[in-house]
């Protein structure tokens, strides 16, 4: 399930003597789990603040604790520390995180969220920006809320339709269309305002 080394568990021994709490631990949690933005979280835990659903792994002289629900996307996880010059380094390797794409006879609502939350915000997000999907219909119709830097941007347009929707067509299989539900004149902080993307 997850390998911790043997350095990784005298770091964390270490650390736990030194606080001198009685039941303290390492609690390993998802962050995000199954998106582009996916981060591993590492804290200490003492036995009174566990939801009581975390898989307890045995390590020398404290417990792993792994919440369930990030089970699936932390299995065949590494931790590891490295001594340097200059100090330590945690490392730690969850190739799970991200989460799978979905095969091909997954939901088409699947495919879509897949790939908005994985391809497509990560790109936008280089201009403050993201995108929702509020409906996929019936008919493949792909109908996307933009949010911040997107939201009012001059460029929206030019996004959804060279951007979005021919991503969206060519990768999920089932896309006939891409629309934006998004009032565009409520925009707060648009990465470039409506009257000068002219």
């Given at each position: 399930m997850i390998n911790i080394s043997e350095s990784a568990q005298a770091?964390?021994?270490?650390?736990?003597e030194r606080e001198a709490l009685p039941g303290l631990g390492v609690r390993l949690s998802a962050?995000?789990?199954?998106?582009?933005?996916?981060?591993?979280r590492l804290e200490f835990a003492e036995p009174a603040e566990l939801d009581g659903d975390e898989w307890a792994i045995d390590c020398e002289g404290f417990t792993l604790w792994l919440r369930a629900d990030s089970?699936?996307?932390?299995?065949?996880?590494?931790?590891d520390y490295e001594t340097r010059a200059t100090g330590g380094q945690l490392q730690i390797?969850?190739?799970?995180?991200?989460?799978?794409?979905?095969?091909?006879?997954?939901?088409?609502?699947?495919?879509?969220?897949w790939l908005v939350e994985n391809e497509i915000?990560?790109?936008?997000?280089?201009?403050?920006?993201?995108?929702?999907?509020?409906?996929?219909?019936?008919?493949?119709v792909v109908l996307l809320r933009f949010g911040g830097g997107c939201h009012g941007c001059g460029m929206a347009d030019v996004t959804l339709k060279q951007g979005i929707?021919?991503?969206?067509?060519?990768?999920?299989p089932g896309v006939t269309a891409v629309r934006d539900a998004t009032d565009h004149d409520t925009g707060q902080a648009p990465y470039i305002p409506r009257d000068s993307a002219a």
């Amino acid at each position: 399930m997850i390998n911790i080394s043997e350095s990784a568990q005298a770091h964390f021994r270490k650390l736990i003597e030194r606080e001198a709490l009685p039941g303290l631990g390492v609690r390993l949690s998802a962050v995000h789990p199954g998106t582009a933005r996916a981060d591993v979280r590492l804290e200490f835990a003492e036995p009174a603040e566990l939801d009581g659903d975390e898989w307890a792994i045995d390590c020398e002289g404290f417990t792993l604790w792994l919440r369930a629900d990030s089970v699936k996307y932390l299995d065949g996880a590494e931790i590891d520390y490295e001594t340097r010059a200059t100090g330590g380094q945690l490392q730690i390797r969850a190739p799970k995180i991200k989460g799978e794409a979905p095969a091909d006879s997954a939901s088409l609502v699947e495919r879509v969220h897949w790939l908005v939350e994985n391809e497509i915000n990560p790109q936008l997000a280089q201009h403050r920006g993201h995108v929702s999907v509020q409906e996929v219909t019936a008919d493949g119709v792909v109908l996307l809320r933009f949010g911040g830097g997107c939201h009012g941007c001059g460029m929206a347009d030019v996004t959804l339709k060279q951007g979005i929707e021919t991503t969206l067509m060519s990768k999920v299989p089932g896309v006939t269309a891409v629309r934006d539900a998004t009032d565009h004149d409520t925009g707060q902080a648009p990465y470039i305002p409506r009257d000068s993307a002219a």
